[in-house]
Structure formats: C-alpha cells, structure tokens
C-alpha cells in the first residue's frame, strides 16, 4: 500500500457526493471520506473534487480532466457515464472514446488511477433492465482500461448491499450519507488500506407495507422524478451554473 500525498477525485455527483454535508456546508461524499482517512495517515495531504452534479462524460473531458492531470497527483479517481446511459440518445462509441481518453491522460499524469464498476440499478429502479447493455458495454471498457493501465478498480456492480433502499437518498438516484460511507471503505479496501468494517454487509429488507411504499412512490414521483424529467425535456442540468467545490489541490480539511 503506497503513502498517498496528493488526490484528486473527477466525475459527477456520485464524486461531488449529495445528501450529506460537511460542516463548511460543502456536499459531502465517498471521495471526502476517503480524503480523510488518506489526510490522517499523511501530514500535509492535499486533496482537490473537481466533481460536479449533472455532468456529462463530455462534460467531465471537457472541464476536469486536463486541470485534474495538470495537478499531477499522486491518487487521481475517475467516475462517470451513468448520467449518458440514462439518456435515451446515448452515442456509445462516443461515450467509449471520451472515457478511454479520459483514463489514458489521468492515468499518465499521477501515481495511480481508481476507476469504478458503476452500481447495477436494475433492481432498484423500474425500466432500469433495458439499460443494461450499455451499462455491461460501459463495464468492459472499465476493465479493459484497468488492465491497460494499471488503475485499481471499485467494483460496486458486483455487490447487493446497493440494492436497499436504506443507503439512498429521498431522490432514489444519489447515494445518502451511509451510501457514502460504504463506497468509500470499498475504495480504500481496493486501494489495500486495513478493513474498518464490512462495506458489503446486507441491510435488512424494508418491512414497509404496500400502501406506504405506493404513498411514498407517488411523493417521489411529484417531488423528484418530475423534475428531474423536466430538466432532460429543456436540457437543463442540476449542474448548470456550479462550480467545483475543492477546485485547487490544497491541504485537506474535512
């Protein structure tokens, strides 16, 4: 296991983490847990989130991943996709190529890349199954990226514990605060740090009876899902306007 000095932690809002806070008010996610624990066994760690909400993989190529590299960190994380497999009009082979070049330039730039096997949705969210051929199709190119270039892969497809709706936050589409704390062991244990706790472990099933859950799914529905259409209907994003919110490689405070 290296001594990490420096990260840096690239994509969308899986990466800039949703539904829990720091206490700056800053979102707060897997990546700045992670960030923590690399920062308490290193004195002077430094630690830039370029991540933004919403963003597409053009997006992410476009606006992060040349100032990312330029950083020259020790530790750089790549995750995104998920946003262009959503979209009904995904261009896969574009998709292919931004990522490839995404993975080739971070990889060249730092110490090491951490590539992620994105969470399998289709148990937790209807109609989700006919995505499932661009998601294998994305999966593949993360581990043929992995090979080639010697990234640690954070295998979260793999795993059930993601099905419960207990680590999702009220939008059923970002992760909450305990969602957070397992993607984030789960990246340390790929990175060969010593086991806090069992990021995998089951949750029990939600003992909710059906009108509750059919209650809750029309709230969800007229306070999340119809806005989100919205936005994808006029092209608007969650993203628009924001910027990152660690944009500099600077010591780390949590």
């Known amino acids: 296991m290296n001594a990490y000095t420096s990260m840096v932690a690239v994509g969308d809002s899986f990466t800039e983490g949703m539904s829990d806070f720091a206490p700056n008010g800053d979102p707060r996610g897997w990546a700045d847990l992670v960030a923590a624990r690399l920062a308490a066994d290193t004195p002077g760690f430094r630690y ?4 933004i909400r919403g963003k597409l993989v053009r997006q992410i190529v476009d606006e992060q991943v040349d100032p990312a590299a330029a950083m020259r960190p020790d530790l750089v994380t790549f995750a995104g996709g998920m946003n ?51 998601i294998n199709r994305l999966l593949r190119l993360v ?13 979260l497809f793999s795993s059930r514990v993601f099905d419960s709706p207990a680590l999702w936050a009220d939008d059923r589409i970002h992760l909450n605060a305990e969602g957070h704390r397992r993607v984030a062991e789960a990246t340390l244990r790929a990175l060969g740090f010593t086991p806090a706790f069992d990021w995998d472990t089951p949750l029990p ?29 006029t092209g608007r994003s969650s993203g628009d306007g924001r910027v990152p919110k660690r944009p500099h490689l600077e010591p780390f405070t949590p």
Do not use: K
């Open 48 to 51: 830039a989130n370029l991540a």
């Open 143 to 155: 581990d043929d990226l992995a090979a080639e270039h010697d990234a640690v892969v954070v295998d």
């Open 84 to 134: 262009d497999v959503l979209r009904p009009g995904c261009d896969m082979a574009a998709l292919t190529a931004r990522v490839s070049y995404a993975a080739r330039t971070l990889a060249a730039a730092s110490g090491r890349l951490v590539l992620f096997r994105v969470i399998d949705p289709t148990r937790r969210m209807r109609g989700s199954s006919r995505l499932l051929p661009r």
């Open 205 to 233: 099933a939600d003992p909710a009876h059906w009108r509750d859950r059919a209650a809750a799914d029309l709230q969800w529905a007229r306070t999340h899902a119809g806005p989100w259409i919205g936005r994808r209907l």
